[in-house]
């Protein structure tokens, strides 16, 4: 399942860096705009503590935890609508992501210069969002001038598009993101085929320094952002990009050490790896036996037999039925026979919809 998420931001924002812990893909990070020009893209892990109580129940040969992908974009910058910088690159990049994790600077640093000399995180949101509304204008009012001819001969297809796209240009030119808007079913398959910008789910980083980690919430720069993501119904996370980057090089006890004389329980990277992947509207669902112990990455409301399709194309055209537990069921009965003699194992059909943490055995027959 190919679907990625993009960081994207200001130059020197701590963009390279917070990509580079996640992946440790070593993406070159300097105090320079313009230093990642091309996107670099690395897989990561999600963070998962089920799939290590289940490793725990089923003593499995081995345990695969699913995974996703980050795209590292290069710094945005005004004007990038208009080609400056090397804007209109970094906006091909953006149309290619699935969602977008946004990072805005939250901290002060003599070091790190500021592309605009000054740290103002809704100030460096608005540059990022203005660009990304300027680009889907003109896509959109191109698109309009092209089926307003159609649309006036009476063509159904061609009325219901220009309708969708007046309210899109109008929503624009007032500054908001198509995201934003409220749609039908219906209106909502046009709008996908233009694949604009703005209709990109966002999550907001704010990148905070080493010691302000602790005190997020007396963070100005932070309540700010806080705000602003609640006033368009947008999530964020508080990391460190360069505690992240001193984690990422630690492994086993010291990195538990680590996190312990920080104060804190996990790596902030472990909840933003967690919350892009819902971003992207994704889940995990399991499958545990003696050989392994697995999850698998699935689209909410996925049914049985696409679910099971994950695993093989066979398993999904010869689907029978799936035997299903759900994840809290199974550990409250400490096993699956136990789970099994308690009624809490199931039999779904085609229709029954796979719910994260489900764990699933697929019967088929090809």
């Known amino acids: 399942m190919a679907l990625t998420t993009g960081i994207v931001g200001l130059p020197n924002v701590g963009k390279s860096t917070l990509f580079n812990a996640i992946t440790q893909a070593g993406a070159e990070s300097a105090n320079y705009?313009?230093?990642?020009?091309?996107?670099?893209?690395?897989?990561?892990?999600?963070p998962d503590s089920r799939l290590e109580q289940l490793t725990n129940m089923f003593q499995p040969k081995k345990t695969i935890p699913t995974a996703f992908e980050f795209t590292d974009i290069a710094g945005i910058v005004e004007g990038a609508s208009k080609g400056e910088g090397l804007g209109n690159k970094f906006l091909s990049h953006i149309r290619e992501v699935d969602a977008i994790s946004h990072v805005v600077r939250c901290f002060d640093s003599d070091d790190v210069t500021h592309v605009s000399g000054k740290i103002d995180p809704i100030h460096d949101i608005e540059v990022i969002n203005l660009e990304l509304i300027l680009a889907d204008l003109e896509t959109a009012e191109k698109r309009i001038d092209k089926v307003a001819k159609l649309a006036k001969s009476k063509d159904k297809d061609a009325m219901q598009e220009h309708a969708v796209l007046e309210k899109i240009v109008e929503a624009l030119k007032e500054e908001q993101p198509v995201r934003s808007l409220e749609w039908t079913e219906e209106e909502l398959k046009i709008v996908k085929g233009f694949q604009l910008l703005t209709m990109k789910p966002v999550l907001y980083v704010a990148n905070v320094s080493e010691d302000d980690l602790m005190e997020a919430e007396d963070n100005e720069h932070v309540s700010r952002v806080r705000e602003f993501a609640a006033a368009e119904g947008a999530g964020v996370v508080v990391i460190s990009g360069k505690i992240e980057e001193e984690l990422a090089e630690l492994e086993g006890e010291e990195k538990n050490e680590f996190l312990q004389d920080l104060g804190i329980e996990e790596p902030g990277l472990d909840q933003l790896i967690r919350e892009a992947y819902s971003l992207l509207g994704l889940q995990t669902y399991f499958t545990a036996g003696e050989p392994e112990v697995r999850a698998w990455t699935i689209r909410k409301n996925t049914k049985a037999p696409q679910a099971a399709g994950v695993i093989h194309s066979d398993f999904e055209k010869g689907f029978i039925r799936a035997e299903v537990v759900g994840y809290e069921d199974l550990m409250q009965a400490g096993a699956m026979n136990s789970a099994k003699e308690a009624g809490k194992v199931?039999?779904?059909?085609?229709?029954?919809?796979?719910?994260?943490?489900d764990v699933v055995h697929f019967r088929f027959n090809v």
């Open 33 to 46: 705009p313009f230093c990642t020009i091309d996107p670099n893209v690395g897989i990561v892990e999600v």
């Open 346 to 357: 199931r039999l779904e059909g085609k229709e029954y919809i796979v719910k994260d943490g």
